[in-house]
């Protein structure tokens, strides 16, 4: 039994870890160019920021070289440690960040494209996703977080019974249960 439960574990760590990779990719590629941005505009407290969001982000994902790049670029702002360093420091980062986007991409963790199906749900295929729905609600109402394995495992199917699936994923992925109780059960 502990050895389901710790390969369970591991599962779930596995999932959430992919799914924090997969919403780096839209939220941070556009980082370096933003920053470049405010670095002309002389906005500095936004160079900050980013490279700041970036640098955590990236340590909580284990990225160690982009979250040194990007501590840099933070520390050399905080500094004013001169246009050179800074500019330095930037290109590092952004080359950082587009070596690990790339992997991500070649690593296919890249968010796939909805699998939306306009094919309807036969007889069994709803009976199977509505059991889905209510084995993810009891799980969400326990404050399970292994309602996340579940749901991205029969998410296809989900997606053809449910057309607020993405919200729903979203909320189930940020761990807001109630959230995603309410809208599964306005969905279906």
Do not use: Y
């Amino acid at each position: 039994m502990r050895l389901l439960e710790t390969t369970s574990k591991r599962s779930l760590v596995v999932v959430v870890h992919v799914s924090m990779l997969r919403k780096f990719i839209p939220a941070q590629r556009d980082t370096a160019i933003l920053i470049h941005t405010a670095l002309a505009d002389g906005n500095v407290q936004t160079v900050e920021r980013l490279a700041h969001t970036l640098k955590g982000v990236a340590a909580h994902l284990g990225a160690e070289e982009l979250q040194q790049c990007a501590g840099m670029l933070e520390e050399n702002v905080r500094k004013h440690a001169g246009a050179p360093a800074t500019k330095a420091s930037l290109r590092h980062m952004a080359d950082a960040l587009d070596r690990l986007l790339q992997q991500l991409h070649a690593s296919h963790l890249a968010e796939p494209a909805a699998d939306i199906s306009t094919l309807a749900l036969d007889p069994q295929e709803r009976k199977q996703a509505l059991a889905v729905v209510e084995q993810i609600k009891g799980l969400l109402e326990q404050n399970d977080a292994h309602a996340l394995v579940v749901w991205e495992q029969h998410l296809p199917l989900l997606r053809r019974l449910l057309p607020d699936a993405d919200r729903i994923t979203e909320a189930i992925s940020e761990f807001e249960m109630e959230r995603a109780i309410e809208l599964l059960q306005a969905a279906a």
